[in-house]
Nanobody, 122 residues
Framework: QVQLVQSGGGLVQAGGSLRLSCAAA????????IGWFRQAPGKERELVAA????????YYTDSVKGRFTVSRDNAKNTGYLQMNSLESEDTAVYYC???????????????WGQGTQVTVSS
């Protein structure tokens, strides 16, 4: 079993930055794909960014390209999502997830963090 504990998030003005962390416990996540998803009110959960097991392959949805950066430190068993130039449209609950499949989806991701609210005020 892997437990994912998220931190970071909060309220920020448009144009600001936040960093989300996803710390794993129980088992190493070195060999897992890490995905970052978000869900806004009334919308489906969507994949925002993802990192392969060694960070060599990454994915970003079009709306965050150039603004968000996904990374991981396998020695610390932790994944990160750096979010810059935040926009009001980025307001959502953000989730990290770990799984064995590339490209990660909500069904292929096995372990989930508890979610953290990101609110961007305009």
């Amino acid at each position: 079993q892997v437990q994912l504990v998220q931190s970071g998030g909060g309220l920020v003005q448009a144009g600001g930055s936040l960093r989300l962390s996803c710390a794993a416990a129980g088992r190493t996540i070195s060999y897992y794909v890490i995905g970052w998803f978000r869900q806004a009110p009334g919308k489906e959960r969507e994949l925002v960014a993802a990192s392969s097991w060694n960070g060599g392959t990454t994915y970003y949805t079009d709306s965050v390209k150039g603004r968000f950066t996904v990374s991981r430190d396998n020695a610390k068993n932790t994944g990160y999502l750096q979010m810059n130039s935040l926009e009001s449209e980025d307001t959502a609950v953000y989730y990290c997830a770990a799984g064995s499949t590339w490209y990660p989806t909500t069904t292929s991701s096995t372990y989930w963090g508890q979610g953290t609210q990101v609110t961007v005020s305009s």
